[in-house]
Nanobody
Framework: VHLAESGGGSVQAGGSLRLSCAPS????????MGWFRQAPGKKRELVAA???????NYADSVKGRFTISEDDAKEILVLQMDSLEVEDTAMYFC????????????????WGQGTQVTVSS
């Protein structure tokens, strides 16, 4: 399964970006998908995850600012990022085929190449 991410870019603090992830075989992996991020010198961390029942899991640092969703009609995973902060600057990765929204990154079978998000002050 190939995951194609899009939507990264540069924005000022307080702005918004919308990331999309299009799996090549959406129906096989849509039961559980997520977004991770990795900033320079830091470990990769979960940003948000969602399952086909609509259950979600968010990192504390993004709660209330980011929203993860699945668009079954378009067969894409979306991460809406609002009120962006400089600390959100990182490479963002789409991941798929997890066991649950609580799954650690080792339980995701498929990964995208990443899309860069840069937030300036």
């Amino acid at each position: 399964v190939h995951l194609a991410e899009s939507g990264g870019g540069s924005v000022q603090a307080g702005g918004s970006l919308r990331l999309s992830c299009a799996p090549s075989r959406y129906v096989y992996v849509a039961h559980c998908m997520g977004w991770f991020r990795q900033a320079p010198g830091k470990k990769r961390e979960l940003v948000a995850a969602i399952d086909s029942d609509g259950n979600t899991n968010y990192a504390d640092s993004v709660k209330g600012r980011f929203t993860i969703s699945e668009d079954d009609a378009k067969e894409i995973l979306v991460l809406q990022m609002d009120s962006l902060e400089v600390e959100d600057t990182a490479m963002y990765f789409c991941a798929a085929d997890c066991m649950s929204v609580e799954s650690p990154e080792g339980e995701y079978d498929y990964w995208g190449q990443g899309t860069q998000v840069t937030v300036s002050s």
